[in-house]
């Protein structure tokens, strides 16, 4: 038992190993310049180490901004100002999400022209951290709904998809851009109003 445990440790230290290193290559270099081989090198490790964690480049890509993501999401939520307004809640938790990709634009521009139609294991949990996020906003307009703050006949699955589809087509416009960040929120802003129109109480 002890010893599997040890494996396990191992197993995941060499993990982050190859993430941490993957990370700061595809920064300098870029991604399209860097190579599995490159990866395990920099780390230390035999090729076909890296490859045993992470089956091919676009999953490691995936992978290595994946927990970030997470992370801004998670914080993104948790802080959320329950005290302000519908659209200032919404626009709270894209500037997190807006703030994290500014931080490396190359680099995520990269991820999302990359896993825009990914398969595979890595493919899947993109989609389903896509998922979680409509249903977390979701269950914003839910809770809201149930206080009275929208209309009764207000769709919130409906709603949420709208938030996603404006959150989205603003990052790709402010990847394609400069990423302004304000902008992109000033943007966003101005979506959301229009889509909440008839919907709000009070």
């Known amino acids: 038992m002890q010893t599997r445990t040890i494996r396990q440790k191992q197993k995941i230290e060499t993990r982050n190993l190859i993430l941490k290193t993957a990370k700061e290559l595809f920064l300098d270099r870029g991604y399209e310049k ?21 089956p091919d480049k676009i999953s490691l890509l995936a992978a290595t901004l994946y927990n970030d993501i997470e992370e801004a999401l998670s914080q993104a939520f948790e802080s959320m100002p329950s005290n302000s307004s519908i659209v ?31 398969q595979g294991s890595w493919g899947k949990r993109v989609d389903m951290q896509l998922q979680r996020s409509t249903e977390l906003t979701q269950k914003i307009f839910e809770d809201l709904k149930s206080k009275g703050q929208l209309r009764v006949d207000s769709n919130c699955e409906i709603l949420a998809l709208g938030v996603m589809s404006h959150y989205l087509s603003i990052l790709y416009w402010g990847l394609g851009q400069d990423m ?20 709000i109480n009070g």
């Open 34 to 54: 860097t190579t599995m081989r490159d990866i395990a090198k920099k780390a230390g490790l035999g090729t076909g180490t890296a490859f045993t964690h992470f």
């Open 88 to 118: 200032e809640m919404l626009v709270h938790s894209v500037r997190t999400i807006y703030e994290h990709f500014a931080k490396t634009p190359q680099l995520s521009k990269t991820l999302l022209k990359e896993t825009l139609f990914m």
């Open 180 to 199: 302004e960040v304000e902008k992109q929120i000033d943007m966003f802003r101005l979506l959301l109003e229009s889509l909440l129109i008839g919907h």
